[in-house]
């Protein structure tokens, strides 16, 4: 049975971005402030580098009780006993990460705009990311999705949806009303000196109107 995500701050990891020694730190700073869930995003490390990280941060996220989802690589994903895989439109294709990893695991695929999101959710993924909704540094060639575009997509999802692009304290409160489940953040929180205060401020800024 696929676990209950609690989507509400999605952490995205990037190593060359992180003001911590270590990326388990970083992710350990970061639960201690409230994010819900951990995406393992390893853009330039070797295959062997990526699954000795993914289990020290597996260990990270296994003792505090959140989900760890790792970017692109089903592979690793299964061998360090992750609770999902995320996949980009470039990535393996859905159906393939699927068999990897099995009916049991999570899914959650990469949308910029609806026909991408419709497409995802026939194929059977278990949540959207949609974005990059504002222009970021760490993706620097996404296109940008709109707050109409997204509204569209919610509109017509009938399963999570989790913003990501350019997420931080300023731009938080746009989504006001979009009736998404979550944000996923990386600079605003991995680049901190103090993650864990970081999250908490996203966290309750984001759920200060959410549940209101």
Not at 62 to 82: E, Q, S, T
């Amino acid at each position: 049975m696929k676990p209950k995500i609690d989507y509400t701050l999605y952490l995205v990891t990037d190593r060359e971005l992180m003001a911590a020694a270590s990326i388990d730190e970083c992710v350990e700073q970061a639960i201690m402030g409230g994010c819900t869930v951990v995406q393992l995003r390893e853009k330039t490390a070797s295959s062997r580098e990526f699954y000795e990280t993914a289990l020290r941060v597996r260990e990270v996220t296994a003792h505090l009780g959140v989900p760890l989802f790792i970017n692109d690589r089903a592979d690793i994903a299964l061998a360090v006993g992750a609770d999902g895989v995320h996949i980009g439109q470039g990535d393996l294709p859905y159906e393939a990460a699927r068999r990897i990893v099995g009916p049991n695991k999570i899914v959650g695929v990469s949308a910029s705009n609806l026909a991408e999101a419709l497409e995802a959710i026939e194929q059977g993924a278990d949540y959207l990311g949609v974005g990059a909704m504002f222009a970021t540094g760490t993706k620097t060639d996404a296109a940008l999705t709109s707050m109409d575009e997204l509204r569209k997509i919610r509109e017509k999802a009938n399963l999570p949806i989790v913003a990501i692009g350019g997420i931080n304290k300023e731009t938080v409160p746009l989504f006001r009303g979009t009736g998404i489940d979550g944000i996923a953040v990386v600079s605003a929180i991995v680049s901190q000196k103090d993650a864990t205060g970081a999250a908490r401020e996203l966290k309750s800024l984001f759920c200060g109107w959410r549940d209101s």
